[in-house]
């Protein structure tokens, strides 16, 4: 399960790689391999990009095949 604590690049290797980074993108983040990836969590960029957290994380969440 993606939380509002995992990490960007940790929520790609849970999800569909594919369709996380699909929901990422739509999001507004558009630096999947970037340093931060490595250090900033789904909420971090929620907050950023002024995306609705649990709508974010329903979305994610669902690419978990």
Known sequence: MITKD???IDALNIGNPEK???VLR???LHCLGC???HQETI????I???VDLE???AQL???IE
């Open 20 to 22: 996380v980074a699909e």
């Open 55 to 57: 709508e974010l994380l």
């Open 35 to 37: 340093a931060l990836a």
């Open 26 to 28: 739509n999001a507004g």
């Open 6 to 8: 995992t990490l960007i």
């Open 61 to 63: 969440n669902a690419t």
């Open 43 to 46: 909420a971090d960029i929620a």
């Open 48 to 50: 950023v990009h002024g």
